[in-house]
């Protein structure tokens, strides 16, 4: 049985800082390509950045502008989203997505960006 399990959201005044964590488990870690999404409310589910298996190759989308950070532990089945100088905007569900030839996803957590 697969599981992603993201934790580490929560509410974060704007400027600040979180580190959203995603444990894996029922897979081989290691071969598969990562990624974090994100889906705010009314909006379509938005790729956040992938990091490939292997070589640990980051890619992110626009948004981030250098803010965001996707670094993975092999060992620890574990991938790993370092934001800062978060806005109001990064306000969303964050989701763990796990990818070879299947696909799998993890619940989500809640990430709010509010003074």
């Known amino acids: 049985q697969v599981q992603l399990v993201e934790s580490g959201g929560g509410l974060v005044q704007p400027g600040g800082s979180l580190r959203l964590s995603c444990r894996a488990s029922g897979i081989i870690f290691s071969i598969y390509h990562m990624a974090w999404y994100r889906q705010a409310p009314g909006k379509q589910r938005e790729l956040v950045a992938l990091?490939?298996?292997?070589?640990?190759?980051?890619n992110y989308a626009d948004f981030p502008q250098g803010r965001f950070t996707i670094t993975r532990d092999n060992a620890k089945n574990t991938l790993y989203l370092q934001m800062n100088n978060l806005k109001p905007e990064d306000t969303a569900v964050y989701y763990c997505?796990?990818?070879?030839?299947?696909?799998?996803w993890g619940q989500g957590t809640q990430v709010t960006v509010s003074s």
């Open positions: 997505n796990a990818h070879l030839r299947n696909t799998y």
């Open positions: 990091i490939t298996a292997g070589t640990s190759s980051a």
